[in-house]
């Protein structure tokens, strides 16, 4: 026996030829590649039952033991989305006026983003991510997860491949402390904020900054002998 005391179920796991295997990595690759940081967001609406596809597929990330310690809060409520957008502009204007290290403003200043933060009341959605270092069993005693920061890492970036594979745009925002949005989305003290994303329809004439992307032999190494 190899000390395993837990249940077992098939694998279900479909072998794709290699002549198949190549269009769809390139297909995805494409796909993915068109990914970009959007900030002029539509008030469009998005189906709710859009955004709940993309967020089971974001919980199928594997996790430290299973555990899945992360949370989604998906916030649509205008008065809650208002609410975020001034905790925000707070914590920024501080940040950018006291808190940035010059090089890190320096290497914002081709981004063009400042302490205004308007998508965050104009996108349909917000969903703010929080980690979970424990939880608690139905006795009320803790129960430790393992590698949060890892299996929340993987998570988010599945929800962005999936809501982008969905036809939606998203934003990665951080601000900085973000213990307001506990308060705000009533959730605990114990688990910690780690950004929103901001979900939605670009406006027709959004624009983002021209960037270019590392090449392959920049950011990979392959160790084959």
Not at 22 to 28: G, I
Not at 92 to 105: C, G, I, K, T, V
């Amino acid at each position: 026996m190899d000390g395993k005391n837990f249940k077992e179920i098939p694998l279900d796991f479909t072998f794709i030829e290699e002549n198949e295997m190549r269009p769809r990595a390139k297909s995805f690759n494409e796909l993915l590649q068109k990914r970009r940081t959007v900030r002029d967001f539509s008030n469009k609406s998005v189906p709710r039952d859009i955004i709940e596809q993309c967020l089971l597929a974001a919980n199928s990330a594997p996790s430290g033991a299973n555990r899945q310690p992360w949370h989604f809060a998906v916030i649509t409520n205008p008065e809650k989305k208002k609410k975020i957008r001034e905790g925000a502009e707070e914590e920024e204007r501080e940040f950018y006026q006291s808190r940035a290290p010059q090089d890190w403003l320096d290497a914002l200043a081709p981004l063009g983003t400042d302490a205004n933060k308007p998508f965050l009341e104009r996108a349909p959605y917000l969903i703010a991510i929080f980690s979970q270092k424990f939880e608690l069993n139905n006795e009320g005693n803790k129960t430790k997860n393992y590698y949060v920061a890892e299996s929340v890492g993987i998570a988010t970036g599945l929800l962005v491949a999936a809501l982008h594979n969905a036809g939606l745009a998203t934003l990665t925002h951080t601000p900085a402390p973000m213990k307001f949005l506990n308060k705000i989305l009533d959730r605990p003290d114990t688990e910690k904020p780690l950004m929103v994303l901001v979900v939605g329809y670009p406006e027709n004439d959004a624009k983002v900054p021209a960037i270019s992307r590392k090449s392959l032999e920049q950011f990979t190494s392959f160790h084959e002998n």
